[in-house]
């Protein structure tokens, strides 16, 4: 079985092209989709609203050199709101072409059109090379992946980087080697860097790959590895750490903006209004954001924000199983439309209309669901289940970051791309299936092609 991405004849010795023409041809495809989508939905005059005006804003703070920024009434202010990663990408480009939004936007259809080869990568070290073909593919068409595109928002670079982690960290537990240890912890740095969800990946990652490392490396050595993730974790993330704790006076690992999403998601307004129930509501928060918030620093009114959140849960103890439901509902429905969240869409658009009627979202998950689910039953009871189980600890992971938080597509999005992954699994299983029967041939469970 080949581990690697090309599994095409070899061309003549020096003649790259026949192995990387198959995985050229998957990026320009899912490139194509969404710089189109990106045309159409957002257009090359518009404007950024909501969360992507803020990542623009502080982009072209640190391109103009005002440092990483928010704009306010007396001026530029140091802020840690939003993770570093993509606005400081973002700023190089502005430096390069100047203040352009829409140049932001097709930046990130660039970073996007990374997924699916990313995706093909991870899923061929887990289920081999038909299943990552199968599923960059997939990945290539998938409507969330290429929608998320159209907007300058951390989902897509988040995205790409938890898949590079995940990659590395498959390809150590499978050659444990210190650098490959160092360079997982140095990925899933940059994870954190770009979304802070992801600092508490690596300990998940870690109690995944403990047993698996023990059957190769004697304890200290499994120890001094295990060590040098989380050194090269903390030598990525710490010198942000150390940033903020200078400019803002607090211990802030990556963003101040956990507090407010905590409320967002945990208030009356998005409880008791049957229209929010499971998703979020901003209306507490930019109320107290305009009274009993403003003149506080970032840290103080995050710390007032989570506080505020708890004391709404407190109250509401009795209603947590019910929370949890409405809010993993939420996080995995079917539909597209994703309720008074949706403030940074441009829904007027044709476009908008269009996808609104047809709801892509839907159709997509009526045919991939079920083969997901198929492909996971695969996975749990194959001869490499405990292996193959990284990506269902990371999906359980995020599914509970909903259920405390709230339930939206976008925290859904960055684990897409492994639901993929195990439709592709499912599909690859049917289709053998389908194969062997035509041949009068009988599938031996567990098998791998």
């Not at 209603?319 to 309720?339: C, H, I, Q, T």
Request: hydrophobic share 55%; with cysteine.
């Amino acid at each position: 079985m080949s581990h690697g991405l090309a599994t095409g004849p070899r061309g003549p010795r020096g003649n790259p092209w026949p192995e990387v023409r198959p995985w050229l041809l998957m990026f320009v495809a899912a490139l194509g989709l969404r710089v189109a989508n990106a045309w159409f939905a957002t257009g090359p005059h518009a404007q950024p609203a909501s969360d992507p005006a803020t990542y623009d804003t502080v982009a072209w703070n640190l391109a103009r050199g005002a440092g990483f920024a928010l704009d306010g009434a007396g001026g530029a202010y140091a802020t840690a709101f939003v993770p570093p990663l993509l606005p400081w990408i973002t700023s190089l480009l502005y430096r390069a072409v100047g203040h352009d939004y829409f140049a932001a936007v097709l930046l990130g259809c660039v970073i996007g059109s990374l997924v699916p080869l990313l995706l093909a990568a991870f899923a061929t070290r887990m289920f081999g090379s038909p299943v990552g073909r199968l599923a960059g593919w997939l990945a290539v068409v998938h409507p969330l992946l290429v929608y998320f595109c159209g907007y300058l928002l951390t989902e897509t670079p988040f995205t790409v980087t938890l898949l590079l982690a995940l990659l590395l960290s498959a390809e150590w537990v499978k050659t444990p080697r210190p650098g490959r240890a160092f360079g997982t912890g140095i990925a899933w740095g940059l994870a954190a860097l770009t979304r802070p969800t992801a600092l508490a990946l690596p300990l998940l990652v870690v109690a995944w790959a403990w047993v698996p490392l023990g059957f190769a490396l004697p304890a200290r050595t499994r120890l001094r590895q295990i060590a040098l993730l989380l050194i090269g974790l903390a030598l990525t993330v710490g010198p942000w750490t150390l940033r903020n704790a200078l400019v803002l006076r607090a211990f802030v690992p990556v963003t101040t903006g956990a507090g407010g999403a905590l409320l967002v998601g945990n208030n009356a307004g998005a409880w008791d209004v049957p229209a929010n129930r499971g998703g979020g509501s901003n209306d507490l928060w930019e109320e107290l954001a305009r009274t009993e918030y403003r003149g506080l620093s970032e840290t103080e009114a995050d710390v007032r924000a989570r506080a505020r959140a708890v004391a709404f849960l407190r109250e509401r103890s009795s209603e947590w199983p019910a929370m949890a439901v409405a809010k993993s509902a939420r996080f995995w429905r079917l539909s597209a439309d994703a309720g008074p969240t949706r403030a940074w869409q441009r829904v007027a658009l044709p476009l908008g209309r269009l996808l609104r009627a047809m709801d892509p979202l839907l159709l997509w998950s009526a045919v991939v669901l079920p083969l997901a689910l198929w492909g996971l039953g695969l996975s749990l009871r194959g001869p490499r289940r405990w292996f193959q189980s990284l990506s269902l600890w990371v999906i359980l992971y995020f599914t509970w970051l909903g259920i405390v938080f709230f339930g939206s597509l976008r925290m859904r999005v960055p684990i897409e791309p492994l639901v993929v992954l195990f439709a592709a699994a499912g599909l690859h299983d049917l289709g053998r299936r389908l194969q062997a029967r035509r041949r009068g041939l009988r599938v031996v469970a567990g098998s791998r092609g």
